[in-house]
Structure formats: C-alpha cells, structure tokens
C-alpha cells in the first residue's frame, strides 16, 4: 500500500501563540459589557480569532515561500487565498474583516446587534474550518508494507517496513524544496519559490484535505529520516525496515 506522511508545524515555531479559540472566547467574554469599549473589543477579538485559524491553515500550506506571496500579506491576500480551498462560509468573513478596518481606520463602531451576529458567525466558521486545519502533508505515496507509531509517556516511535519502490514527493521544509524521487532512484528537486501561492495550494491541495492512508510522524526531523531511510532502501544501500524515537523532555 502507499501512504501520506504528515507532520505538524507549530506556526513560526512560537510555543505561545495565543489560539484562534481563546481569541472567541474574549469576544464572547467582551461583548456582555454592551458599552462601546466592550463592543470594539469585541469586534477587534473576533477578527483576530478567524484571521488567527486563517494563518494556522495557511501555514501549514507553505504558503508563506511561494514566489508571488507577498513579504507582509494583508488581510486581502489572505483572504484570497484561503478561499481557494472552499472552506463553508467564508464569504462572510470579509464582512466582518471590513466593520473591524472600519473601526481601526475610520473609528466606526458598528451596533451591538451587529457584533453579536458576528461573535456568532465567527463560532460557527471556527468550528467548520477546524476539519481544515491539518499537519502538513511531507511524504506522498510512500509505499509501505507496515508501518506504526507507539508513544509512552517518555518518547514516541515511528517504524515502517517499506514495500517496492514507487515514486514519491517529499517536502523537505529544511530546504524548503520538493523532492520527486523516483522508483529508480533518480531525483527532481523544485524550490518553494518556484511556485506561485496557487500553485503552492494545489499541489498539496488533494493530499492535504484527504483522510485516506494518512500517518503522523512525530516530528520533521523524523519524517526526514524517514524519508533517507527510503531513499537508501531504493538505492539498495539499506534493508526496508526503518525505526526511529523521540524522546520527549
């Protein structure tokens, strides 16, 4: 059988980000006030909340080192590209994205009525795009012919038994390139860069929204190793049976 390998990236490796759920929670918390102050702090949470799920989602699409997407995206670009994976509802997130550049920019506070309806939308689009927030997809069409992850409470291990060769993709986010490797042996690397940011989406677009023969490794730097351990299989430099752990500290 054949598998995809995902790992999950934390959002520019910051471990105190602040989520995209605290930041509703804020909103709700805020918007029992009804004053003014209440109701712009309010509005200002609940866009932070959905742009905040709009660049976990993003992040683990690479998006960030596609060769048109801007150094410093506005919440335009942002928006534009998130709509390319047809997440329910998001048209109305430019609604609420413009009351709060209306108040940010121009000082103008919409109603109470109008916030509340907004808190509510925003709920609702968190709870439907949150089947969207995945690990990035580093390994596609890894053929298999066991492979399993066990975890105590000390370390994790990742274990495979490869089957015979076929072509694969890697995404080796330490060089930011995508390796083609074929049954042979032979390899095609492409830079992120390469890409425009819809071709970066599309190309991770299947595999990324797929639930079918998906894995987990613990970390990058396994899934790496992984993907090594592979190559040398195909090259006929190591035997296909691949281990590897991860201690937690």
């Not at 976990?56 to 997407?69: K, M, P, V």
Request: glycine share 4%; aromatic share 10%; net charge positive.
């Amino acid at each position: 059988m054949s598998i995809n390998v995902y790992v999950w990236r934390k959002l520019g490796g910051n471990k105190s980000l602040i989520s995209p759920n605290e930041f509703l929670k804020w909103a709700k918390q805020d918007i029992r006030g009804g004053n003014p102050k209440n109701i712009a702090n309010a509005l200002s949470n609940t866009k932070r909340a959905i742009h905040a799920r709009i660049d976990e989602i993003l992040y683990a699409l690479r998006i960030q080192y596609a060769s048109d997407w801007p150094r410093s995206p506005q919440t335009f670009d942002k928006l534009k590209a998130i709509k390319q994976l047809k997440i329910p509802g998001t048209s109305n997130i430019d609604l609420i994205t413009n009351r709060r550049n209306d108040l940010e920019h121009s000082y103008l506070l919409t109603s109470l009525k109008q916030v509340r309806a907004d808190v509510e939308t925003a709920d609702m689009w968190l709870d439907k795009s949150k089947s969207y927030l995945r690990p990035s997809v580093v390994l596609i069409g890894l053929p298999v012919a066991s492979i399993g992850c066990s975890v105590s409470a000390k370390k994790s291990t990742f274990s495979a038994k490869f089957a015979k060769p076929d072509k694969i993709e890697f995404y080796w986010d330490a060089k930011r390139e995508i390796v083609t490797l074929s049954k042979s042996g032979t390899t095609n690397r492409k830079n992120y860069s390469d890409y425009s940011w819809k071709n970066l989406i599309s190309i991770q677009k299947k595999a990324y929204l797929s639930n079918d023969n998906k894995q987990v490794a613990p970390s990058i730097s396994i899934a790496t190793t992984l993907y090594k351990a592979y190559e040398g299989w195909v090259l006929g430099k190591r035997g296909p049976s691949f281990s590897a752990t991860k201690k937690f500290s």
